[in-house]
């Protein structure tokens, strides 16, 4: 198995990847855009929404950048949009048998589990 770091950066005019090919690819990059699309439709600053795949062992990760100030709309209160956020990337990633993981990253703080 090769493993592919992933860069998925989402924009306004698209998406843009770096290092994109084959079908595993191309779940990850589903997954990605389900990721991001949910989450531009919950903060205020839609352009600013990332999403980062990275490969983990048999899983993948889901790194997902937003505002400073969108943070907690994307993690809710006591942590239920976030929660909300991996069931839904679960059960997408089910129907595919893949693993995804996914991390709110925090600015000052890094990836928030």
């Known amino acids: 198995m090769t493993h592919l770091h992933l860069s998925v950066l989402f924009y306004p005019e698209g998406v843009y990847m770096s290092e994109f090919a084959g079908t595993s690819d ?3 990059q589903n997954m990605s855009n389900l990721i991001a699309e949910i989450a531009r439709s919950l903060v205020d600053i839609p352009d600013q929404v990332q999403v980062e795949a990275i490969p983990d062992g048999d899983a993948t990760l889901l790194r997902l950048k937003v505002a400073p100030s969108d943070v907690g709309k994307v993690i809710g209160k006591q942590g239920r949009t976030a929660r909300s956020l991996r069931t839904i990337l679960s059960a997408a990633a089910m129907k595919t048998r893949s693993r995804f993981t996914l991390d709110i990253y ?5 990836a928030r589990n």
């Open 26 to 28: 191309k779940i990850t």
């Open 106 to 110: 925090e600015e000052d703080r890094g």
